[in-house]
């Protein structure tokens, strides 16, 4: 560890390059002197309405104005007060005129992303990394899987005591910014803990294993269910057998064998929010999966989707607009009657997709989600 700090800080200040290149004025890297001007604009327009200061548990002054909520370094808000950081109301001007129920993909644009599909682990990816002493910068997204929960730009302002490790973070919920709030203008850390930071970064920069499957208004854009898509979640439906099913999920709390009148077997097994049906002939030996069905949102589904997902966000990750009326529904993309095809149906109180294809031109696999109130309740897939 000793040693490879001492790697990143030899390269930190003598060139940078091996990290990222080099800031520059218009790729509109952020910086601690935005964040000063910001803040000093803040407590500008916050001087000109009502000010309430109120003391937070752990002993700092707080300042309660128009746009949010101040954190400030004297006991009194004037002219002179050095704003430490804020938590900003809905109505605020906010840093790059990013607004709360802005979109994501707003707020990825506007500032530096390297990395378009977010590729990483399952629950982070990094943006970018640039610069060296004495500022360094870097982004990065917190998720849960596809759900983007958080997205930060931090800056590393080297000064004679330390480093300041600052910047500004938002809080996404589906797809929107929620929350915004500019931290840490006085929070000083060593110079290790900052390299040590940038390491664990730059270290997830090199996972690229999990992705943001893209999404589009546009459906001339997007493939249709296709083969590929039955692979998800560690597992592959159309060649998923019980075993492999154990590898992934563990064994199944339930497992319970049903025989129809022909003296085969139907084998359901079933997880925390996930059941598999396996056929068997009538000695029990194993045929093919039957189907799955999902209903709890801990494993995701074909692209990304989950039990909880909003009906818009699965249709966009997907073919659509491609078709028109159909005698079941609306025709996302094909016939609606030979596969493959997608179609979307309304009841009095559900909406329901069905998208299918034949893999080989011979098996036909369904997959059916069925929507309550705008959500995602359950998907099951069929092999017939």
């Not at 016939?335 to 909406?351: C, K, R, S, W």
Request: proline share 4%; charged share 20%.
């Amino acid at each position: 560890m000793k040693k490879l700090i001492s790697l990143l800080l030899a390269l930190l200040l003598i060139t940078g390059a091996c990290l990222a290149e080099p800031m520059t004025e218009e790729a509109a890297y952020p910086t601690y002197e935005e964040l000063e001007i910001y803040l000093s604009a803040l407590r500008q327009r916050s001087l000109e309405g009502s000010v309430e200061i109120t003391k937070a548990d752990n002993g700092d002054t707080l300042a309660i104005v128009s746009e949010g909520l101040l954190r400030i370094a004297d006991e009194t808000l004037d002219k002179n007060t050095a704003v430490l950081g804020a938590v900003l109301d809905p109505t605020a001007a906010c840093p790059r005129g990013l607004m709360i129920g802005d979109s994501l993909s707003k707020l990825l644009s506007t500032y530096p992303n390297h990395n378009p599909d977010l590729a990483g682990n399952y629950n982070d990816a990094a943006l970018y990394i640039s610069g060296s002493k004495p500022e360094a910068v870097l982004g990065w997204v917190l998720r849960d899987g596809q759900r983007v929960t958080q997205v930060t730009h931090c800056i590393y302002h080297w000064v004679a005591d330390g480093v300041i490790s600052c910047g500004v973070s938002y809080q996404i919920d589906n797809d929107m910014i929620v929350n915004i709030a500019v931290f840490g203008m006085d929070q000083r850390i060593d110079e290790t803990q900052a390299l040590q930071e940038i390491a664990d970064t730059a270290e997830i920069q090199e996972a690229t294993h999990y992705f943001a499957y893209p999404k589009s208004e546009d459906g001339s854009l997007l493939a249709p269910f296709v083969r590929e898509d039955l692979s998800f979640g560690g597992l592959d439906f159309l060649d998923l057998t019980p075993e492999m099913a154990t590898a992934v999920l563990g064994s199944s709390p339930v497992d319970e064998w049903k025989q129809d009148s022909s003296g085969e077997y139907l084998r359901i097994r079933q997880w925390d929010g996930v059941s598999i049906y396996f056929n068997y002939d009538s000695s029990k030996q194993f045929k093919q999966v039957n189907s799955m069905l999902i209903n709890g949102d801990t494993l995701e589904g074909p692209r990304g989707v989950r039990v909880g997902d909003s009906m818009e966000s699965v249709m966009y990750r997907f073919s659509h607009g491609q078709g028109g009326t159909v005698d079941n529904g609306i025709a996302l993309y094909g016939d609606g009657v030979n596969a493959p095809f997608g179609i979307l149906a309304y009841g009095e109180t559900t909406a329901t997709i069905n998208y299918a294809l034949s893999p080989d031109g011979e098996a036909l696999v369904h997959w059916q989600l069925t929507f309550v109130g705008g959500k995602l309740q359950e998907m099951r897939m069929l092999l017939r």
